[in-house]
């Protein structure tokens, strides 16, 4: 391979017009919205009145070990493995296709740390730089819409106050897709009795925003609006909550996302359909692309491919207990990715140390690989395959270790190389795939919940603490106690919950490496998301507005006279 870097590759691949790759899923021209030559939007009411190629598609999930500063390359294992089965679909003559339904990158990560969200190598999904920058402009309707809320509650209070709004009890803040610490609390209303009512406030990054955890769970265009009507935005002075449905807002806030709800299609450097859509956070949201976007792909194909956010504890917990729990969604499969280096990370070895073979340390990272396979199984009741994403520096007895031990818990592993070779890198990871779902054909599905809706919250933040993380139990503040009897109160108990805390390990404490024991999980505030219809339980000290590092992914990126965008991966 001549290219090294991702938007080298990415640069270098020939796209097809968008119109052939929606021919691919039988989608005519009127069911599309063309943005440009690449990318389109789907209209999902059409897609939906279309009759279903088969009588069920198959559904997903790719998860992954808890990330390391060693990268998983879980997005781009995805995006590998579509097109993986595509290939095999294709030499099997069986007619049938793969779609891969993935998140949009933030503006935030894209120039702060974390880099571009496209995949990478040869498994990405094009155009690589318009999704990483802007894309079809979903997200900036979606802070938009907060802002607007954010707007009519302010001037509310201005003029006049007639709901009796609390300016010290006001939990709506503004949103902007950018890392920006300096925004994380300020001053607003500032000047003259005319420049608004001078109260503290702040701005969470876009992907936290409840609109966007609104956008991804909405059903429809009338639920999504129903569902911003719902949005607990403050209290009055004599402690009644205050929706935005009371501040008339949620219907332009709608109006505001009527195009951001269609879908966006685009296609992998392989020319498989790829349907990207939303973006919340995994830490404190669910971290999932939108419903509809799933929805539409299951609606198109005989296999729906989709991942969620940071490893199993957060991404596919909340997967299953809040995306598949409240749309109704049942899995039929989950990938786990995870990487040498990244276990010998967990396994107690220093980053700069990886590429050397260390036994020792493999078995010792072994169990956090194995606790993820453990709570799929056992927790979700979820068929489980390993990818274990290959790098030259793996030894042919550590990954022997590993398979051994997942052979252990009765579950396969595959090598991929889709960074390097694309689908033809996956293709063993797709037929053990194909072959696990043959196995479970026809059969009921086992598919569960960590938890029961109706439980108490105090009940359903244990059962995610003790089966999913492995905690002792857990330790509520007294402050979060009393917004639990709170809610309770207000009838808003009965929704699933929303666990925000570290993703580097299974525990609230990212120094907590492996599967640890032994400890407990401290849950530190509560809040609720009443329009997505979940409560956020945080647990240690999780920021909603991340602030860019001493050296910026931002200053890499660049363009050229021709319009040429260099330096994002």
Known sequence: MTHSS???????????PISAIADKIELSADKIEPYGHYKAKINPIDVFAMPAKSSKSKLVLVTAINPTPAGEGKTTVTIGLADALNRVHQQQGDGKRTIVALRE????????????????????????????????????????ANNLLAAMLDNHIFQGNELGIDPKQILWRRAVDMNDRQLRQIV??????????????????????????IFCLAKDLIDLKQRLGNILVAYSYDKKPIYARDLKAHGAMAALLKEAIKPNLVQTIEGTPAIVHGGP????????????ATRTAMHLADYTLTEAGF?????????????????????????????????????????????????????????????????????????????????????????????????????????TQVWEKGGAGGEDLANKLLDLLAQHDGQPS??????HNEDSIEDKIRAVAQRIYGADDIDISQAAKTKIRRLTEQGLDKMPICIAKTQYSLSDDAKLLGRPTGFNIHVRDISVSAGAGFIVVICGNIMRMPGLPKVP?????????????????
Request: charged letters at 20%.
């Open 188 to 213: 607003s209303g500032l000047g003259k009795r005319t420049d608004g009512v001078t109260r503290e406030g702040g701005f969470d990054i876009t992907v936290a925003s409840e609109v966007m955890a």
């Open 553 to 569: 992914a931002a200053e890499h990126i660049d363009i050229d006279i021709e319009g040429n965008i260099t330096g994002l991966s």
């Open 311 to 415: 490893g199993a504890d957060l991404g596919a917990e909340k997967f299953c207990d809040i995306k598949c729990n409240l749309a109704g969604l049942t899995p039929d499969a989950a990938v786990v990715v995870a990487t040498i280096k990244a276990l010998k990370y967990n396994g107690g070895v220093a980053k700069d140390e990886l590429k050397q073979e260390n036994l020792t340390a493999l078995e010792q990272g072994l169990p956090n690989l194995l606790k993820h396979i453990d709570n799929l199984k056992q927790v979700f009741g979820l068929p489980v395959v390993v990818a274990i994403n290959h790098f030259v520096t793996d030894t042919d007895a550590e990954i022997e270790l590993v398979r051994q031990a997942c052979a252990d818990k009765g579950v396969e592993v595959a090598l």
């Open 446 to 451: 086992n598919f569960k919940l960590a938890y």
């Open 105 to 144: 990158p933030s503006l935030g990560p894209v120039f702060g740390i974390k880099g571009g969200a496209a995949g990478g190598g040869y498994a990405q999904v094009l155009p690589m730089e318009d999704i990483n920058l802007h894309f079809t402009g979903d997200f900036h309707a979606i802070g938009a």
């Open 6 to 16: 991702d938007i080298a590759i990415a640069q270098s691949a020939t796209l097809q």
């Open 281 to 292: 956070f995994a830490n404190i949201a669910h971290g999932c692309n939108s419903v509809i």
